[in-house]
């Protein structure tokens, strides 16, 4: 049984990539702010998403946090299913690790145990966050080649959500055999969703897409001044889309990353409808 595990991003939270917004979507996440009401909404609209899922959780087990900025997330805990949280990153995880690059966990809890000692960290998500903190948060081009070594380097299963509310940026990711379930989409108000349950993202527009197995999805928002007219200069965020990469290598042994295509979705009517991301195939990069 798949365990719930969602989360909203609102407009000034995360902007999605191209091709995954339906045109209602892209005519609100390219405004440069959001007027009060428009906000309002925005958190009502995350909310009822977050309270709906909640509901169909297991009360025993199940966690829900409103962020505000049309922002939250829940997840069902277990051995599988953890959160982490350290000095404004969350982290929600899926799956199960046995090797973080340069840490063994199965050995560490192992030693723990033989120690009569607690476990280095509690759960996958914290050594998530552990590693996250050296990725270099100065720069987002650093951090994301940071981020794609670490993940090319990892052992076992997993899909999760960081959310670094201090630096603004959203990274999700799903390992490369794509053994842990995870689906996106964009709701036609322009708020992005991610989840481990396609049918807990039911309000998106194209329908929610599986996340592509092997690849890390980084936004940032950067702060600009911007001149809204008779209002003067404002401090607000860019609306540069969400990058969608791989870390999976071009070969074994070599330095460079497979390539992520957008392949159009075509309803039952022929009209084209957005697109789903995959990774290039070795044979695709060889061919190229």
Known sequence: MVLHMLAVFGRETAHPPVLIESEEALKKTHAPMLSEDEQAAEDAACAKIIDTVFSAAKPASRHKQLMGKGSGFLYEASPYCSYAERDGVHVIFTGEVSEWPGIDVVSSAHDAFVRNEPPLEANDAAWLLDFYGTFG?????????????????????????????????VLAARDSDGVQPLFWGCTDSGQLMFGSVADDLDGCNPTAAPFPAGTLFASERHTVAYSPGAYGWVIVDDDFPGLIMSFQRTKEGAEGWRNVKAIPRVTSKGVVCGAVYKVASAQNMDSA
Request: hydrophobic share 40%; net charge positive.
């Open 137 to 169: 948060r100065g720069a987002s081009e650093s951090t994301t080649e940071r981020a794609l070594e670490c993940l090319a380097r990892v052992k076992g299963t997993f899909a999760f959500i960081i959310y670094d509310a201090v630096h603004h940026r």
